[in-house]
């Protein structure tokens, strides 16, 4: 099979499958050209910022480590399973649909909501959102400051291999905030998420060990780039589901 072959097909089946598990709206560069389709890049996206520029709350070793190693992983096994996927489809042998299922909704999820963290997170961050998401946080959870609770207490509580989340629901069309396991567990159908708080150790191990509510703290107050949430967030609303 060939390149030209092979490439349609691999960029049609990412379009479908994984838009299907609210993948929409990775970064920056993921807009259709009419500017109302998102993309999935199955790529390492580059980082926003410079390894060390999110000190003193986040170390540079943890930033290089997490996103060059473990993100990075995550989209090279994303890669090989869409591979490995095109090529049974093709001989249609589909004794390993199973552990290809397991690993597209694991790696793909890991994936989607990495490239998210990063945009979520910026040197000057912190503070409170604004404009129509900071109204419908209140609308939908009674106050920023319940916002927070809830999200912390979330964040802090998820499984040791886990995620915080916001996201916006279509069909509710409500915020939601979730409780992830690993990439892909303690969600819904229909969700697309806004901010996402890596909670897995390797996010913040190397400079907050065992404190995981320190870290989510300092993530909350210090970190979170509440412009790119507020991005998301209208492009959820508009995009519909
Ligand atoms: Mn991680």
Redesign the pocket.
């Known amino acids: 099979m060939t390149t030209e072959r092979t490439l349609p097909n691999r960029r049609r089946f990412v379009s479908t499958s994984l838009a299907g598990l609210s993948l929409a709206a990775l970064g920056q560069n993921t807009e259709g050209a009419d500017g109302s389709t998102p993309k999935v890049e199955v790529a390492l996206p580059p980082l926003p910022y410079a390894n060390d520029a999110l000190m003193p709350y986040l170390d540079e070793d943890t930033v290089r480590i997490?996103h060059g190693k473990?993100?990075g992983g995550a989209v090279k096994v994303l890669k090989r399973t869409l591979d490995q996927m095109e090529k049974a489809l093709g001989a249609q042998d589909f004794s390993g649909s199973k552990g290809l299922c397991r690993s597209l909704a694991y790696y793909g999820s890991?994936h989607i909501?990495?490239s998210i963290?990063w945009t979520n997170m910026t040197p000057d961050g912190g503070g409170r959102p604004s404009g129509a998401l900071a109204k419908r946080i209140d609308q939908d959870f009674g106050s920023f400051d319940a916002f927070r609770g809830h999200f912390l207490a979330s964040s802090n509580s998820a499984p040791a291999s886990g995620w915080g989340l916001l996201a916006y629901h279509h069909g509710l069309d409500r915020l939601l905030i979730l409780q992830v396991e690993d990439h892909e567990g303690g969600t819904l159908w229909g969700v697309e998420p806004l901010l996402a708080c890596?909670v897995?150790e390797?996010?913040y191990y190397l400079k907050y060990q065992n404190l995981r509510a320190d870290w989510t703290r300092t993530f909350m107050d210090h970190l979170v780039h509440w412009k790119d949430v507020e991005r998301r967030f209208e492009h959820a609303v508009h995009s519909g589901a």
Do not use: N
């Open positions: 997490h473990h993100h890991s909501l990495h963290f890596d897995w390797h996010a």
